[in-house]
């Protein structure tokens, strides 16, 4: 019976979708705002058993198991559609290239998708499981849980919930629905499709950098897309022409070789938290601004720039309001301002035992996780050496290793000082031929400028295919930013999911 239900609905889809096409005859390589519309809105209905299916698979990097899956869906997914797939074998998970030629193109665009998720930590999802997605809508505030049939007569404002489903499965789903609507429109792309999909990306894409070298005339290509992140709060059409990069330090401070009773030893064994505590405090200042000499050289935000940056509709009350904050660092005097620099920053502190563990010890060691995002202006290595020196001059023996017996005996202060670049940031110009292109798209689609945004303030790890290929780049995004990414209870607002497909119904019926 349940087959033959689903049957019968994806029967009704398609009618319409049928019916749709008939009305509008043979479409033109452009498809106009009306006919995105209705085909969108056709096809998110239609596409829903997709993206629950992709969403329905573990994808957790850590698990190359399930990491198999993903890879084995998307090869019949992409070849079903006409695509050639390549595995690029790395030493971790193996890259999936996906290409598409057409007749007469001139030019290649190259796809980026992020098909693995964060980890998950299923006691705080507020649902079965986190790979079992849930339809949910907003009833007095709260998400409440509603049949997954609903999704037939689906309202924008309804949700998925479900890990990846923002950050970045979502966007998947909806290129392949884009890929399917603009076939049974008969619109033909004038340009060859090459789809690279990174199954590492939340573990930093380490293996990326050398595939892309060992396979620079396999994903040669004029441009590339990235279909990842969420629009402008405003959640209006948007357009990002850059990234900040990432490095990560692990720095750990030493105590007794093990914790030891805070009645006998307090007042006596120093404590690497206190120490920790302390060393961080001594980078930054009430401001919230690193004093570290030399953190900001280079970094300038000249007359025009700073027009760029103004011109993104955001509202600073509305963000405090968002993250329930009184005040803001003081890096920039504003969001956009404040997102052109490099960042230091905490992101995890560890040492002893808390909440329903708690001891009365002192610990043997504290450790604290940082990352460092990375601008155009700034070299990382140089950025990792200033807090490694400034580290040195607060009177630490600095190691890359655990210290051994003879050294903590002789040195007062050791620090363990680990660090990885991960990735460098990019920029591309508004008026280069992928923004030009982009832009006329997003117009079109929406009957309004996008919102350009000259670089978000997260990373993206695709600055090997900018530096070694030699090609401009810019984000796409579509999901909805209060989405959970990298957190519990991650969402997709279905509204994003229709005017995804739309979005990218537009951009492969734009003459490139």
Same mark, same amino acid.
Request: charged share 25%.
């Given at each position: ?7 019968? &609905? ?167 629905? =884009? ?80 914790? !030891? ?132 001059? !607060? ?19 050791? =620090? ?8 460098? &940031? ?79 119904? =537009? ?6």
């Amino acid at each position: 019976m349940k087959t033959t239900k689903k049957t019968t &609905s994806n029967t009704a889809i398609f009618l319409v979708i049928a019916a749709f096409l008939m009305s509008h005859g043979s479409f033109s390589q452009k498809l106009s705002k009306a006919q995105l519309d209705e085909a969108s809105s056709a096809f998110a209905k239609s596409s829903f058993p997709l993206l629950r299916d992709i969403l329905s698979i573990p994808n957790d990097a850590f698990y190359p198991e399930d990491i198999e899956k993903n890879v084995k869906w998307c090869e019949s997914q992409f070849g079903s559609r006409d695509f050639r797939t390549t595995r690029i074998s790395t030493k971790g998970a193996p890259l999936l290239l996906a290409e598409r030629n057409h007749k007469r193109a001139k030019k290649t665009v190259l796809i980026y998708l992020q098909i693995d998720g964060q980890p998950v930590d299923t006691s705080r999802w507020n649902q079965k499981s986190p790979y079992i997605p849930a339809l949910k809508k907003s009833v007095n505030g709260e998400w409440q849980e509603i049949p997954w049939e609903s999704i037939a007569n689906y309202e924008d404002d309804w949700r998925v919930f479900a890990r990846a489903a923002s950050d970045a499965k979502g966007p998947v789903a909806m290129f392949l629905a =884009a890929l399917d609507a603009t076939k049974q429109a008969k619109v033909v792309p004038n340009y060859n499709i090459k789809v690279i999909m990174d199954f590492e990306e939340e573990m930093g894409s380490p293996n990326l950098p050398q595939a892309v070298l060992d396979n620079t005339e396999l994903l040669k290509a004029d441009m590339l897309i990235i279909f990842d992140g969420p629009r402008h709060i405003t959640n209006k059409p948007t357009l990002t022409f850059g990234a900040r990069g990432i490095s990560t330090v692990q720095l750990t401070t030493y105590g007794p070789v093990v914790p !030891q009773h805070s009645g006998h030893f307090g007042n006596y064994a120093p404590n690497p938290a206190l120490r920790l505590a302390k060393l961080l405090a001594s980078m930054k200042d009430e401001d919230g601004l690193v004093i570290i000499p030399g953190f900001y050289d280079g970094i300038d935000i000249n007359g025009e720039t700073e027009k760029i940056l103004k011109a993104v509709p955001d509202d600073e009350k509305q963000i405090k309001e968002r993250l329930q904050i009184a005040t803001t660092d003081k890096v920039g005097s504003y969001y956009q301002e404040a997102i052109q620099f490099p960042s230091l920053n905490i992101r995890g502190m560890q040492s002893g035992w808390i909440n329903e563990k708690v001891r009365t010890i002192v610990p043997g060691w504290a450790r604290a996780e940082i990352d460092i995002r990375l601008v155009l202006e700034s070299d990382p290595e140089r950025l990792i050496q200033l807090v490694k020196n400034h580290i040195e001059t !607060q009177g630490y023996v600095v190691l890359d290793r655990e210290p051994t017996k003879e050294e903590r005996l002789k040195h007062e202060k050791i =620090a363990t000082f680990t660090y990885e670049v991960s990735y460098q &940031s990019f920029r591309t110009d508004f008026d280069s031929e992928v923004g030009l292109w982009l832009r006329s798209a997003l117009k079109r689609a929406f009957e309004e400028e996008p919102i350009m945004i000259r670089m978000s303030g997260g990373s993206i790890p695709i600055s090997p295919f900018v530096t070694t290929l030699g090609i401009p780049a810019v984000t796409v995004p579509t999901v909805n930013r209060d989405n959970n990414q990298h957190s519990p209870n991650e969402n997709l607002r279905l509204g994003n999911y229709r005017e995804g497909i739309k979005t990218m119904m =537009a951009i492969l019926s734009e003459k490139l």
